[in-house]
């Protein structure tokens, strides 16, 4: 399995962005999938999940700024990401959850949200 994130950048704050994770290779049934990011000197942090039964889940710090959704037929999950700060500012790391083979993990997108 492999997951490719695209869509990152710079923009400026208040503005958006849509980041895409495209997942390939066999067995895609994954139980969740989500976004993930890590600022400088920080840990990696939940910024979005949503369940195999569409339940979502947000980090409070973008709570009504950020949507998370999928389209199964492409095998792709987004993050609709609205109202950016500048501490939105980090790597957003794809992450899909398959039981029972485990974690996968994408290599990761930069966002930068400049003040």
């Known amino acids: 399995v492999q997951l490719m994130e695209s869509g990152g950048g710079l923009v400026q704050g208040g503005g958006s962005l849509r980041l895409s994770c495209a997942a390939s290779?066999?067995?895609?049934?994954?139980?969740?999938t989500g976004w993930y990011r890590q600022a400088p000197g920080k840990q990696r942090e939940l910024v979005a999940i949503i369940t195999s039964g569409g339940s979502t889940n947000y980090a409070d710090s973008v709570k009504g700024r950020f949507t998370i959704s999928n389209d199964n037929a492409k095998n792709t999950v987004y993050l609709q990401m609205n109202s950016l700060k500048p501490e939105d500012t980090a790597v957003y790391y794809c992450?899909?959850?398959?039981?029972?083979?485990?974690?996968?993990w994408g290599q990761g997108t930069q966002v930068t949200v400049s003040s």
């Open positions: 992450n899909a959850d398959h039981f029972p083979r485990g974690v996968y």
């Open positions: 290779g066999s067995d895609l049934s994954f139980t969740s």
